[in-house]
């Protein structure tokens, strides 16, 4: 049985968009992924929770996000977990599930680098994964020396071989949840149906 190549992009996807779906195809084309799983995050223990709409929604757009898409697909097994969503915890569920053939490649951006020490049982979470580092034309690879006391020379050496250099895409979501609430229009931010989504659920809006 071939070897399953599986990609993790985690977030919390509030909302999914356009700059999500390219980090995801880039992945998958470039190191030869099998699929890759967006899982949103449930209880997200580093991020401002403030803005954050319901899990079953973001979970919901990142369907419609993807729909028509083979080798993508949703799962809420962060978000059905009543617990704070730690990755560690996640990647471990993961293996259990898919089996010992199973290789799994999480996908992190080079703004996430300086959380990694902070990262619930960081040195076990790389041993279990290997990590894709998404990184733009214009960011150094200089921060990653920091990580080598905690992951090792070798794992540091491995994230920069396995570094995507992807152009800068300009979108983030609370760009797009600012937009939302200021009335301007997000077409083409996000997919036709995640916008018709939004806007039937009156999400991110400002009510009167």
């Given at each position: 049985m071939a070897l399953m190549k599986i990609g993790i992009l985690g977030g919390t996807f509030n909302p999914i968009h356009i700059g999500h779906l390219i980090i995801a195809e880039e992945a998958y084309w470039r190191h030869g992924l099998s699929k890759v799983l967006f899982i949103p995050a449930g209880h997200p223990p580093h991020k401002d929770t403030q803005d954050l709409i319901e899990a079953h929604h973001r979970y919901e757009m990142i369907k419609l996000a993807i729909q028509g898409n083979d080798h993508f697909e949703a799962s809420d097994i962060e978000i059905t977990r009543k617990s704070k969503s730690y990755t560690v915890d996640t990647v471990e569920?993961?293996?259990?599930?898919?089996?010992?053939?199973?290789?799994l490649y999480l996908i992190i951006g080079i703004d996430t680098v300086q959380e990694?020490?902070?990262?619930?049982?960081?040195?076990?979470l790389s041993t279990l994964c290997r990590l894709i580092l998404v990184n733009r034309p214009d960011s150094p690879l200089d921060s990653l020396s920091q990580l080598i006391p905690i992951l090792g020379e070798k794992k540091v050496l491995e994230m920069e071989s396995l570094q995507m250099r992807i152009p800068p895409i300009g979108i983030s979501s609370t760009e797009i949840r600012n937009r939302l609430k200021a009335g301007r229009q997000v077409k083409y931010m996000v997919p036709e149906a995640v916008e018709y989504y939004i806007r039937t659920h009156g999400l991110y809006i400002k009510q009167s």
């Amino acid at each position: 049985m071939a070897l399953m190549k599986i990609g993790i992009l985690g977030g919390t996807f509030n909302p999914i968009h356009i700059g999500h779906l390219i980090i995801a195809e880039e992945a998958y084309w470039r190191h030869g992924l099998s699929k890759v799983l967006f899982i949103p995050a449930g209880h997200p223990p580093h991020k401002d929770t403030q803005d954050l709409i319901e899990a079953h929604h973001r979970y919901e757009m990142i369907k419609l996000a993807i729909q028509g898409n083979d080798h993508f697909e949703a799962s809420d097994i962060e978000i059905t977990r009543k617990s704070k969503s730690y990755t560690v915890d996640t990647v471990e569920s993961l293996l259990q599930r898919l089996g010992r053939n199973c290789e799994l490649y999480l996908i992190i951006g080079i703004d996430t680098v300086q959380e990694l020490p902070s990262w619930k049982d960081i040195k076990r979470l790389s041993t279990l994964c290997r990590l894709i580092l998404v990184n733009r034309p214009d960011s150094p690879l200089d921060s990653l020396s920091q990580l080598i006391p905690i992951l090792g020379e070798k794992k540091v050496l491995e994230m920069e071989s396995l570094q995507m250099r992807i152009p800068p895409i300009g979108i983030s979501s609370t760009e797009i949840r600012n937009r939302l609430k200021a009335g301007r229009q997000v077409k083409y931010m996000v997919p036709e149906a995640v916008e018709y989504y939004i806007r039937t659920h009156g999400l991110y809006i400002k009510q009167s």
